[in-house]
């Protein structure tokens, strides 16, 4: 894959904001910006987080085209991306950090799983939604979560209770 | 593969096979199927398998037709039973294509994203995953 250059990107993105945006799609936006400039720098931090980091890239690589899986599938866009690159950046360090899948619609996973009904699948989408689903025991819970650069605090509570007990 | 097309009807019981076209579908800790697996695009339904009537086989067979159609390697498939996805209000329906009689679409999914995943999480959380055995 040609990856476009920061600067190409980062005027595609600003070439995007146009006066009126509701502050949040600029904050979306600058989130984007900031993880794709992490995108072309050299990779860092610990060795499990930089092998996440490493993981995602490639997932990307693989799913940034349309019709990726061969059924029409959405490419998974460089916002898509951006943001949960800044998802992963904004995981506490004493996390355990998820493994990332992708969806047919474009949006990107990132799971905590430790069995079939203790497992928690939170999506990315474009506009910097988190759109999450939980297995706990008999309960279930699902939702979406606005991203603001935090991990929000009900994701958080979830990842918890995946790996209680 | 079997030249008999299965009744209309699905039963509950009837396994459905959902086949797998991407590692990333598969969780490398414990090699089950992840319920991305099962989110339903471009349309709202879900295109799976009925095992009535064929071998084991036959059911990989048609793996590999669909593999072929997708230009994308079949890595294994998802059994999950035409009750699992009533459970969460859907609607197994036999839709029988030119290459596969069994062919079934999985209808009633809800257009929200969260509701779409939660029942995805319940039909993977009930099915079991099968690797392409090798040759």
């Known amino acids: 894959m040609i990856r476009p250059s920061t600067m190409t990107i980062s005027l595609a993105l600003t070439a995007s904001t146009t006066p009126g945006r509701s502050p949040a799609a600029i904050y979306v936006q600058e989130q984007a910006m900031t993880g794709w400039n992490h995108y072309q720098q050299p990779i860092s931090r610990g060795h499990a987080r ?5 993981n995602l890239v490639a997932l990307f690589d693989r799913c940034a085209q349309p019709n990726w899986d061969g059924h029409n599938a959405a490419a998974v866009s460089q916002q898509v991306y951006c943001l949960a690159y800044r998802l992963l950046e ?5 996390l355990p950090l998820p493994e990332f899948g992708a969806e047919p619609d474009g949006q990107l996973t990132f799971e905590w799983h430790r069995a079939a009904r203790r497992t928690l699948s939170v999506s990315i989408s474009p506009d910097g939604d988190l759109h999450f689903a939980a297995l706990l025991g008999a309960s279930r819970n699902y939702g979406t979560e ?3 650069g935090d991990l929000p605090q009900p994701i958080l509570e979830l990842i918890g209770r995946v790996f209680m007990g | 593969m079997s030249l008999l097309a299965p009744p209309a009807q699905v039963g509950d019981e009837e396994p459905l096979a959902r086949y797998v076209f991407s590692a990333d579908h598969v969780r490398k800790t414990d090699q089950s199927v992840k319920p991305d ?3 339903p695009h471009p349309h709202l339904d ?3 398998t009925r095992h009535l009537g064929l071998a084991e086989d036959q059911i990989w067979a048609h793996g590999k037709v669909v593999s072929a159609q997708r230009q994308r390697p079949l890595i294994g498939r998802a059994d999950v039973t035409a009750a699992t996805f009533r459970r969460e209000g859907l609607q197994p329906s036999s839709a029988p294509v030119t290459t596969n009689a069994h062919h079934v679409n ?3 999914w809800p257009v929200g994203k969260p509701a779409q995943k939660i029942i995805a999480q319940e039909v993977a959380a009930r099915a079991r995953y099968l690797p392409l055995p090798a040759v």
């Open chain 1, 50 to 54: 930089q092998t996440a980091q490493e």
């Open chain 1, 90 to 94: 904004a995981l506490p360090p004493d």
């Open chain 1, 146 to 148: 606005a991203f603001w």
């Open chain 2, 37 to 39: 697996a099962f989110i």
């Open chain 2, 46 to 48: 879900l295109s799976v």
């Open chain 2, 106 to 108: 999985v209808v009633g």
